[in-house]
Protein backbone atom coordinates (compact mmCIF):
# COMPACT_ATOMS: atom_id res chain seq x y z
CA UNK A 1 0.00 0.00 0.00
CA UNK A 2 1.83 3.26 -0.90
CA UNK A 3 -0.16 6.34 -0.96
CA UNK A 4 0.82 9.44 -3.39
CA UNK A 5 0.91 13.33 -1.65
CA UNK A 6 1.26 16.32 -3.24
CA UNK A 7 5.00 16.53 -2.63
CA UNK A 8 5.23 12.89 -4.53
CA UNK A 9 4.45 11.71 -7.91
CA UNK A 10 2.15 8.91 -8.51
CA UNK A 11 5.27 7.67 -10.80
CA UNK A 12 7.93 8.14 -7.93
CA UNK A 13 5.16 6.09 -5.54
CA UNK A 14 4.72 3.25 -8.01
CA UNK A 15 8.46 3.07 -8.28
CA UNK A 16 8.63 3.10 -4.75
CA UNK A 17 6.16 0.25 -4.76
CA UNK A 18 8.81 -1.73 -7.30
CA UNK A 19 11.09 -1.77 -4.82
CA UNK A 20 8.86 -2.54 -2.23
CA UNK A 21 7.91 -5.58 -3.93
CA UNK A 22 11.36 -6.75 -4.38
CA UNK A 23 12.04 -6.21 -0.78
CA UNK A 24 8.96 -8.09 -0.15
CA UNK A 25 10.06 -11.04 -1.99
CA UNK A 26 13.77 -10.67 -0.12
CA UNK A 27 11.69 -11.43 3.25
CA UNK A 28 10.29 -14.47 1.49
CA UNK A 29 6.75 -13.09 0.77
CA UNK A 30 4.83 -12.99 -2.41
CA UNK A 31 2.82 -10.37 -3.58
CA UNK A 32 -0.53 -10.69 -4.31
CA UNK A 33 -1.81 -7.25 -4.81
CA UNK A 34 -1.24 -3.71 -4.78
CA UNK A 35 -2.43 -0.29 -4.07
CA UNK A 36 -1.38 3.43 -4.60
CA UNK A 37 -3.92 6.00 -3.05
CA UNK A 38 -3.38 9.85 -3.94
CA UNK A 39 -4.02 11.99 -1.00
CA UNK A 40 -3.60 15.71 0.11
CA UNK A 41 -2.69 14.24 3.39
CA UNK A 42 -2.74 11.84 5.33
CA UNK A 43 -5.41 10.15 7.56
CA UNK A 44 -4.38 10.39 11.38
CA UNK A 45 -6.61 7.60 12.05
CA UNK A 46 -5.68 4.95 9.83
CA UNK A 47 -2.73 6.71 7.56
CA UNK A 48 -5.38 5.89 4.25
CA UNK A 49 -9.17 5.91 5.42
CA UNK A 50 -11.76 3.47 6.58
CA UNK A 51 -12.97 3.03 3.00
CA UNK A 52 -9.58 2.44 1.68
CA UNK A 53 -9.15 -0.45 4.45
CA UNK A 54 -12.12 -2.21 3.92
CA UNK A 55 -11.13 -2.15 -0.22
CA UNK A 56 -7.72 -3.99 1.03
CA UNK A 57 -9.45 -6.55 3.26
CA UNK A 58 -11.81 -7.43 0.01
CA UNK A 59 -8.94 -7.87 -1.64
CA UNK A 60 -6.98 -9.58 0.72
CA UNK A 61 -9.81 -11.98 1.31
CA UNK A 62 -9.93 -12.92 -2.76
CA UNK A 63 -6.48 -13.59 -2.36
CA UNK A 64 -6.00 -15.04 1.07
CA UNK A 65 -3.53 -13.13 1.72
CA UNK A 66 -2.49 -13.06 5.22
CA UNK A 67 -0.12 -9.25 5.81
CA UNK A 68 -0.41 -5.69 4.38
CA UNK A 69 3.09 -3.98 3.69
CA UNK A 70 2.57 0.20 4.04
CA UNK A 71 5.22 2.02 1.90
CA UNK A 72 5.29 4.67 4.37
CA UNK A 73 5.99 4.68 8.11
CA UNK A 74 3.08 4.18 10.81
CA UNK A 75 2.45 5.73 13.78
CA UNK A 76 1.80 2.43 16.69
CA UNK A 77 -2.06 3.76 16.92
CA UNK A 78 -2.52 3.62 12.79
CA UNK A 79 -1.14 0.48 13.00
CA UNK A 80 -3.18 -1.18 15.51
CA UNK A 81 -6.50 0.94 13.81
CA UNK A 82 -5.99 -0.44 10.52
CA UNK A 83 -5.35 -3.99 12.14
CA UNK A 84 -8.49 -4.02 13.84
CA UNK A 85 -10.42 -3.02 10.76
CA UNK A 86 -8.97 -5.44 8.34
CA UNK A 87 -8.02 -8.48 10.88
CA UNK A 88 -4.86 -9.00 9.11
CA UNK A 89 -1.52 -8.07 9.85
CA UNK A 90 -0.05 -4.42 9.50
CA UNK A 91 4.16 -3.50 9.06
CA UNK A 92 5.63 -1.00 7.70
CA UNK A 93 8.20 -0.09 5.06
CA UNK A 94 11.08 0.23 8.07
CA UNK A 95 9.61 -3.23 9.71
CA UNK A 96 10.14 -5.20 6.64
CA UNK A 97 13.70 -3.69 5.99
CA UNK A 98 14.47 -4.28 9.52
CA UNK A 99 12.93 -7.91 9.24
CA UNK A 100 15.38 -8.47 5.98
CA UNK A 101 18.49 -7.30 7.77
CA UNK A 102 17.69 -9.45 10.59
CA UNK A 103 18.05 -12.34 8.35
CA UNK A 104 21.31 -11.31 6.86
CA UNK A 105 22.98 -10.22 9.81
CA UNK A 106 26.13 -12.76 10.11
CA UNK A 107 28.59 -10.94 11.93
CA UNK A 108 28.81 -10.02 15.82
CA UNK A 109 29.27 -6.36 14.29
CA UNK A 110 26.37 -6.76 11.62
CA UNK A 111 23.79 -8.66 14.71
CA UNK A 112 24.26 -5.29 16.74
CA UNK A 113 23.48 -2.79 14.52
CA UNK A 114 20.37 -4.28 13.03
CA UNK A 115 19.31 -4.50 17.06
CA UNK A 116 20.34 -1.32 18.00
CA UNK A 117 17.93 -0.10 14.49
CA UNK A 118 15.48 -2.72 15.99
CA UNK A 119 14.97 -1.25 19.51
CA UNK A 120 15.01 2.41 18.23
CA UNK A 121 12.67 1.34 15.97
CA UNK A 122 10.12 -0.21 19.22
CA UNK A 123 10.99 1.70 21.70
CA UNK A 124 8.61 4.48 21.12
CA UNK A 125 5.98 2.06 19.96
CA UNK A 126 6.25 -0.30 23.49
CA UNK A 127 3.20 -1.60 24.79
CA UNK A 128 4.35 -3.97 27.56
CA UNK A 129 5.97 -5.62 24.66
CA UNK A 130 9.52 -6.76 26.39
CA UNK A 131 8.88 -8.79 29.16
CA UNK A 132 11.51 -11.14 28.36
CA UNK A 133 14.21 -7.70 28.61
CA UNK A 134 14.03 -7.94 32.64
CA UNK A 135 17.14 -10.57 32.46
CA UNK A 136 19.02 -7.46 30.67
CA UNK A 137 18.52 -5.34 33.94
CA UNK A 138 19.49 -8.01 36.28
CA UNK A 139 15.84 -9.25 37.78
CA UNK A 140 15.28 -8.53 41.50
CA UNK A 141 16.07 -5.08 42.26
CA UNK A 142 16.20 -3.49 39.31
CA UNK A 143 12.34 -1.87 39.72
CA UNK A 144 11.53 0.91 41.75
CA UNK A 145 8.68 1.10 43.62
CA UNK A 146 5.64 2.11 42.16
CA UNK A 147 7.14 1.91 38.43
CA UNK A 148 4.70 0.51 35.64
CA UNK A 149 5.54 -2.52 33.62
CA UNK A 150 5.62 -0.46 30.59
CA UNK A 151 8.45 2.04 32.25
CA UNK A 152 10.37 -0.89 33.46
CA UNK A 153 10.47 -1.70 29.89
CA UNK A 154 11.38 1.35 28.48
CA UNK A 155 14.53 1.79 30.74
CA UNK A 156 15.20 -1.66 29.93
CA UNK A 157 15.63 -1.22 26.11
CA UNK A 158 17.29 1.85 26.88
CA UNK A 159 19.71 0.44 29.16
CA UNK A 160 20.60 -2.04 26.00
CA UNK A 161 20.45 0.53 23.35
CA UNK A 162 23.01 2.70 25.38
CA UNK A 163 25.13 -0.94 25.57
CA UNK A 164 24.90 -1.56 21.56
CA UNK A 165 25.73 2.30 20.94
CA UNK A 166 29.13 1.51 23.21
CA UNK A 167 30.09 -1.58 21.59
CA UNK A 168 30.19 -0.15 18.42
CA UNK A 169 31.79 3.27 19.04
CA UNK A 170 34.60 0.45 20.36
CA UNK A 171 34.32 -1.07 16.70
CA UNK A 172 34.54 2.03 15.10
CA UNK A 173 37.44 2.91 17.37
CA UNK A 174 38.86 -0.32 16.55
CA UNK A 175 38.84 0.36 12.49
CA UNK A 176 40.31 3.28 13.07
CA UNK A 177 43.08 1.74 14.14
CA UNK A 178 43.25 -0.79 11.67
CA UNK A 179 42.99 1.67 8.55
CA UNK A 180 45.73 3.26 10.25
CA UNK A 181 47.62 0.53 10.37
CA UNK A 182 47.05 0.07 6.47
CA UNK A 183 49.50 3.01 6.27
CA UNK A 184 48.72 5.69 4.02
CA UNK A 185 47.59 2.79 1.03
CA UNK A 186 44.42 4.40 -0.81
CA UNK A 187 41.42 2.96 0.43
CA UNK A 188 38.52 2.08 -2.80
CA UNK A 189 35.15 1.70 -1.73
CA UNK A 190 32.21 0.16 -3.83
CA UNK A 191 29.07 2.03 -3.40
CA UNK A 192 25.89 2.21 -5.03
CA UNK A 193 21.73 0.93 -4.36
CA UNK A 194 21.40 -2.39 -3.41
CA UNK A 195 21.68 -5.18 -5.66
CA UNK A 196 23.44 -3.34 -8.30
CA UNK A 197 26.68 -6.16 -8.13
CA UNK A 198 29.10 -4.41 -6.04
CA UNK A 199 30.17 -7.94 -4.34
CA UNK A 200 30.14 -9.37 -7.47
CA UNK A 201 32.53 -7.17 -8.77
CA UNK A 202 34.71 -6.94 -5.37
CA UNK A 203 34.90 -10.92 -5.76
CA UNK A 204 36.42 -10.57 -9.47
CA UNK A 205 38.40 -7.91 -8.54
CA UNK A 206 40.15 -8.97 -5.36
CA UNK A 207 39.56 -12.88 -5.25
CA UNK A 208 37.21 -12.52 -2.40
CA UNK A 209 34.43 -14.85 -1.62
CA UNK A 210 32.29 -12.49 -0.30
CA UNK A 211 28.51 -13.73 -0.38
CA UNK A 212 26.25 -12.76 -3.68
CA UNK A 213 22.53 -13.03 -4.46
CA UNK A 214 20.13 -11.45 -6.74
CA UNK A 215 18.33 -10.48 -3.59
CA UNK A 216 18.37 -7.19 -2.48
CA UNK A 217 20.65 -6.89 0.93
CA UNK A 218 22.89 -9.83 -0.08
CA UNK A 219 25.63 -7.99 2.32
CA UNK A 220 25.43 -5.93 5.56
CA UNK A 221 28.95 -6.66 6.47
CA UNK A 222 31.99 -4.45 4.87
CA UNK A 223 34.38 -6.18 3.70
CA UNK A 224 37.46 -5.19 2.85
CA UNK A 225 40.69 -6.85 0.66
CA UNK A 226 44.29 -5.69 -0.82
CA UNK A 227 44.47 -5.40 -4.72
CA UNK A 228 47.22 -5.39 -6.68
CA UNK A 229 47.57 -3.21 -9.65
CA UNK A 230 49.89 -2.66 -12.37
CA UNK A 231 52.83 -0.13 -12.18
CA UNK A 232 54.00 -1.67 -8.39
CA UNK A 233 50.59 0.26 -7.10
CA UNK A 234 48.23 -1.31 -4.64
CA UNK A 235 44.76 -0.58 -3.28
CA UNK A 236 42.50 -1.51 -0.19
CA UNK A 237 38.84 -1.69 -1.87
CA UNK A 238 35.81 -2.34 0.04
CA UNK A 239 32.34 -3.89 -0.48
CA UNK A 240 29.52 -1.92 1.18
CA UNK A 241 26.41 -2.18 2.08
CA UNK A 242 23.59 -0.97 -0.22
CA UNK A 243 21.89 1.84 -0.59
CA UNK A 244 17.40 1.79 -1.00
CA UNK A 245 14.86 4.77 -1.53
CA UNK A 246 13.37 5.89 1.85
CA UNK A 247 16.09 4.90 3.77
CA UNK A 248 15.52 5.53 7.13
CA UNK A 249 17.17 7.66 9.18
CA UNK A 250 18.02 5.49 12.08
CA UNK A 251 19.10 2.94 9.91
CA UNK A 252 21.73 4.99 8.78
CA UNK A 253 22.85 5.99 12.17
CA UNK A 254 23.06 2.77 13.55
CA UNK A 255 24.90 1.25 10.47
CA UNK A 256 27.19 4.16 10.93
CA UNK A 257 29.76 1.54 11.91
CA UNK A 258 29.64 0.14 8.21
CA UNK A 259 28.85 3.42 6.47
CA UNK A 260 31.76 5.08 8.15
CA UNK A 261 34.12 2.77 5.26
CA UNK A 262 32.17 4.98 2.76
CA UNK A 263 33.21 8.18 4.41
CA UNK A 264 36.66 7.47 5.07
CA UNK A 265 37.13 6.14 1.46
CA UNK A 266 39.49 8.01 -0.86
CA UNK A 267 37.99 7.30 -3.96
CA UNK A 268 34.08 6.06 -4.87
CA UNK A 269 32.93 3.49 -7.47
CA UNK A 270 29.62 4.40 -7.64
CA UNK A 271 28.06 0.71 -9.29
CA UNK A 272 24.90 1.43 -11.18
CA UNK A 273 23.13 -1.89 -12.28
CA UNK A 274 22.45 -0.62 -16.11
CA UNK A 275 19.96 -3.48 -16.42
CA UNK A 276 17.65 -1.90 -14.46
CA UNK A 277 14.85 0.48 -15.80
CA UNK A 278 15.32 4.11 -15.05
CA UNK A 279 18.89 3.32 -13.65
CA UNK A 280 19.82 7.16 -13.49
CA UNK A 281 16.74 7.42 -10.94
CA UNK A 282 18.55 5.12 -8.76
CA UNK A 283 22.05 6.74 -9.42
CA UNK A 284 19.88 9.65 -7.65
CA UNK A 285 18.52 8.05 -4.93
CA UNK A 286 22.06 6.56 -3.92
CA UNK A 287 23.89 10.02 -4.04
CA UNK A 288 21.28 11.19 -1.84
CA UNK A 289 22.45 8.61 0.48
CA UNK A 290 26.21 9.32 -0.12
CA UNK A 291 25.62 12.92 0.59
CA UNK A 292 23.58 12.19 4.19
CA UNK A 293 26.80 9.95 5.34
CA UNK A 294 28.61 13.21 4.01
CA UNK A 295 30.71 11.58 1.48
CA UNK A 296 29.94 14.11 -0.89
CA UNK A 297 32.32 15.98 -3.44
CA UNK A 298 35.01 12.80 -2.95
CA UNK A 299 36.78 11.48 -6.22
CA UNK A 300 33.95 9.20 -7.93
CA UNK A 301 34.06 7.13 -11.00
CA UNK A 302 30.21 5.31 -12.05
CA UNK A 303 30.53 2.14 -13.58
CA UNK A 304 27.35 0.65 -15.11
CA UNK A 305 27.25 -3.13 -14.14
CA UNK A 306 25.52 -6.28 -15.72
CA UNK A 307 25.99 -4.78 -19.35
CA UNK A 308 25.40 -8.63 -20.20
CA UNK A 309 21.85 -7.91 -19.17
CA UNK A 310 21.09 -4.96 -22.06
CA UNK A 311 20.08 -5.72 -25.01
CA UNK A 312 19.98 -2.36 -27.08
CA UNK A 313 23.87 -0.67 -27.18
CA UNK A 314 21.63 2.73 -27.96
CA UNK A 315 21.19 2.61 -24.41
CA UNK A 316 24.98 1.73 -23.60
CA UNK A 317 25.65 4.47 -26.17
CA UNK A 318 23.17 7.17 -24.70
CA UNK A 319 24.47 6.79 -21.44
CA UNK A 320 28.35 6.69 -22.29
CA UNK A 321 27.47 9.99 -24.22
CA UNK A 322 25.96 11.44 -20.98
CA UNK A 323 28.61 10.03 -18.69
CA UNK A 324 32.04 10.36 -20.15
CA UNK A 325 34.56 8.52 -18.43
CA UNK A 326 31.84 6.02 -17.00
CA UNK A 327 33.22 2.75 -17.14
CA UNK A 328 30.82 -0.60 -18.54
CA UNK A 329 31.39 -4.15 -16.67
CA UNK A 330 29.76 -6.80 -16.13
CA UNK A 331 31.12 -8.86 -13.35
CA UNK A 332 29.64 -12.18 -14.13
CA UNK A 333 31.35 -12.10 -17.73
CA UNK A 334 34.27 -10.29 -16.48
CA UNK A 335 33.79 -7.60 -19.14
CA UNK A 336 35.45 -4.17 -18.32
CA UNK A 337 37.66 -5.13 -15.58
CA UNK A 338 40.95 -3.86 -16.81
CA UNK A 339 39.22 -0.54 -17.44
CA UNK A 340 38.05 -0.58 -13.54
CA UNK A 341 41.80 -1.40 -12.48
CA UNK A 342 43.05 1.95 -15.06
CA UNK A 343 40.57 4.21 -13.41
CA UNK A 344 42.10 3.07 -9.54
CA UNK A 345 45.82 3.40 -10.79
CA UNK A 346 44.78 6.72 -12.48
CA UNK A 347 43.50 8.07 -9.10
CA UNK A 348 46.35 6.43 -6.80
CA UNK A 349 49.25 8.68 -9.76
CA UNK A 350 47.76 11.75 -9.17
CA UNK A 351 47.48 11.15 -4.91
CA UNK A 352 51.41 10.37 -5.33
CA UNK A 353 54.80 12.33 -5.42
CA UNK A 354 58.00 10.60 -6.20
CA UNK A 355 60.53 12.46 -4.44
CA UNK A 356 64.46 12.28 -4.52
CA UNK A 357 65.76 12.36 -0.51
CA UNK A 358 69.69 12.29 0.53
CA UNK A 359 70.43 10.70 3.61
CA UNK A 360 73.67 10.46 5.33
CA UNK A 361 75.18 6.80 6.55
CA UNK A 362 74.08 6.99 9.80
CA UNK A 363 70.32 8.35 9.84
CA UNK A 364 68.87 4.80 10.02
CA UNK A 365 65.74 6.10 11.28
CA UNK A 366 64.50 8.14 8.72
CA UNK A 367 65.21 5.53 5.85
CA UNK A 368 63.19 3.10 8.52
CA UNK A 369 60.06 5.63 8.60
CA UNK A 370 60.46 6.04 4.39
CA UNK A 371 60.26 2.33 3.90
CA UNK A 372 57.07 2.19 6.41
CA UNK A 373 55.20 5.09 4.58
CA UNK A 374 56.24 4.94 0.88
CA UNK A 375 57.78 2.47 -1.29
CA UNK A 376 61.11 2.93 -2.09
CA UNK A 377 61.98 2.81 -6.14
CA UNK A 378 65.77 2.76 -6.04
CA UNK A 379 68.70 3.57 -3.66
CA UNK A 380 72.23 4.65 -4.95
CA UNK A 381 75.05 4.05 -1.51
CA UNK A 382 77.59 6.71 -2.21
CA UNK A 383 81.31 7.04 0.12
CA UNK A 384 79.56 10.03 2.29
CA UNK A 385 75.73 9.62 1.93
CA UNK A 386 72.96 7.50 0.49
CA UNK A 387 70.03 9.09 -2.11
CA UNK A 388 66.41 7.23 -2.68
CA UNK A 389 63.51 7.86 -4.88
CA UNK A 390 60.76 7.22 -2.82
CA UNK A 391 57.22 6.90 -3.95
CA UNK A 392 54.59 8.64 -1.16
CA UNK A 393 51.38 9.90 -0.96
CA UNK A 394 50.74 13.15 -1.06
CA UNK A 395 49.41 13.89 2.78
CA UNK A 396 52.69 11.73 3.60
CA UNK A 397 54.38 13.65 1.37
CA UNK A 398 53.68 17.32 2.87
CA UNK A 399 54.17 15.64 6.27
CA UNK A 400 57.49 14.24 5.85
CA UNK A 401 58.43 17.90 4.55
CA UNK A 402 56.67 20.05 6.70
CA UNK A 403 59.17 17.67 9.30
CA UNK A 404 62.56 18.35 6.90
CA UNK A 405 62.84 15.10 5.76
CA UNK A 406 62.01 15.49 2.24
CA UNK A 407 63.38 18.92 1.23
CA UNK A 408 63.68 18.06 -3.22
CA UNK A 409 59.95 18.66 -5.02
CA UNK A 410 57.95 16.05 -6.98
CA UNK A 411 60.08 14.44 -9.96
Not at 151 to 177: G, M, N, P, T
Not at 208 to 233: K, N, P, S, V
Not at 242 to 251: E, N, R, S, T, V
Not at 344 to 364: K, M, R, W, Y
Request: proline share 2%.
Amino acid sequence: MGVSLPNTSVEDEHESLDELAQLARTAGATVADRFVQNRTRIDGKTYVGSGMIERIKRAADVHEANLIIFDNDLRPSQGREIEQISEIKVIDRTELILDIFARRAQTKVARAQVELAQLEYELPRLRRLWDHLERLGGGIGTRGPGETQLESDRRLVRQRVKILKKRLKDVEVDRAVQRKRRGSMPRVALVGYTNAGKSSLMNVLSGADTFTEDLLFATLDATTRRIDLHGGHAALLTDTVGFIKKLPHHLVNSFHATLEEVADADFLLHVVDVSRPNCERYMELAENVITDIGARGKPTRIVFNKIDRVREDAEIDRLGRKYPGAIFTSATEEQGLDEVKEAIVAFVESQEEIVEVTLSHEDGRTMALLHEVGEVLSREVGDESIAMRVRLSKPEAARLRKMGVVESRAV
